[in-house]
C-alpha cells in the first residue's frame, strides 16, 4: 500500500540555523500539506500546496517558513532561522480522494 | 471557524470493554469528518471518515462512529478493545474547499487495562 515517508525522523539543531524536512508524498496525490504538533498540543496546519504554489497557509506560517516540491517526488518545509519554538513533531500529508493520509513526522529539536 | 473538542483528555478501559470516544465541532455546514490514531512514535493513521450518505461508518481496527448531525458530533466506538488499541485519538474536521485543511481536536490518549 502506498504511503506517505518522511525524512529525517529526528533532527537536532541549533537555533538560529536552517533546516529542511522532507517528504515523499503518495504518487498519485496533487495536494500536500505540512502540519506540527508541539508537544502536548493540538496538531496544527501550516499549509496546502497545490499545483506548485501554496494554496492555503496559517497564522504560523509566516517569513521563516517556505514549501517546495524541487522534483516530481519530493515536497520539503525549509524553517530559514529556527527558534526554539519551532520544536515540535511535523507531519507531511497528501490528499487522495478527499482524505489526507500522513507521514511518521519529522521530530524536530531546536536547542 | 472550524473548531473541534474532545472533552475527553484521558480514558481507561478494560481490555475486552467497550470504548467511546467523544468529538464535537462546530461548521458552517456538513464537514467532512475524520478520526485519526496515532501510536507512540508513530504517525497519524486514518481509521475512518464521513463525507455524506449513511451516518454510521465502519472504519479499521473494528471502530465505527456516528454522525449526528443535530449534536455536531462523531463520536468513535469500538465493541470490545484490544490491548494494542492504547493509542492517542484525534478526530478532524476537514473544509469543503480546494485546500481542505484539517482541523484537529486536542486528542484523547486511551489506556487500557488487562
Known amino acids: 500500500e502506498p504511503e506517505v515517508t518522511q525524512t529525517p525522523s529526528h533532527q537536532v539543531t541549533q537555533m538560529g540555523q536552517e533546516v529542511i524536512l522532507r517528504c515523499v508524498p503518495i504518487?498519485?496525490?496533487?495536494?500536500f500539506y505540512w502540519y506540527r504538533q508541539i508537544l502536548g498540543q493540538k496538531v496544527e496546519f501550516l499549509v496546502s500546496?497545490?499545483?506548485?504554489?501554496?494554496?492555503?497557509k496559517s497564522e504560523i506560517f509566516d517569513d521563516q517558513f517556505s514549501v517546495e516540491r524541487p522534483d516530481g517526488s519530493n515536497f520539503t518545509l525549509k524553517i530559514r532561522s529556527t527558534k526554539l519554538e519551532d520544536s515540535a513533531m511535523y507531519f507531511c500529508a497528501s490528499r487522495g480522494e478527499e482524505t489526507q493520509y500522513f507521514g511518521p513526522g519529522t521530530r524536530l529539536l531546536v536547542l | 471557524a472550524q473548531s473541534v473538542t474532545q472533552p475527553d483528555i484521558h480514558i481507561t478501559v478494560s481490555e475486552g470493554a467497550s470504548l467511546e470516544l467523544r468529538c464535537n465541532y462546530s461548521?458552517?455546514?456538513?464537514?467532512?469528518l475524520f478520526w485519526y490514531v496515532q501510536s507512540p512514535g508513530q504517525g497519524l493513521q486514518l481509521l475512518l471518515k464521513?463525507?455524506?450518505?449513511?451516518?454510521l461508518v465502519q472504519g479499521i481496527k473494528g471502530f465505527e462512529a456516528e454522525f449526528k448531525r443535530s449534536q455536531s458530533s462523531f463520536n468513535l466506538r469500538k465493541p470490545s478493545v484490544h490491548w494494542s488499541d492504547a493509542a492517542e485519538y484525534f478526530c478532524a474536521v476537514g473544509e469543503k474547499a480546494a485546500g481542505n485543511k484539517l482541523t484537529f481536536g486536542g486528542g484523547t490518549r486511551v489506556l487500557v487495562k488487562p
Open positions: 504518487s498519485n496525490h496533487l495536494y
Open positions: 500546496f497545490y499545483n506548485n504554489e501554496i494554496s492555503e
Open positions: 464521513y463525507f455524506s450518505g449513511d451516518t
Open positions: 461548521y458552517g455546514a456538513t464537514p467532512y
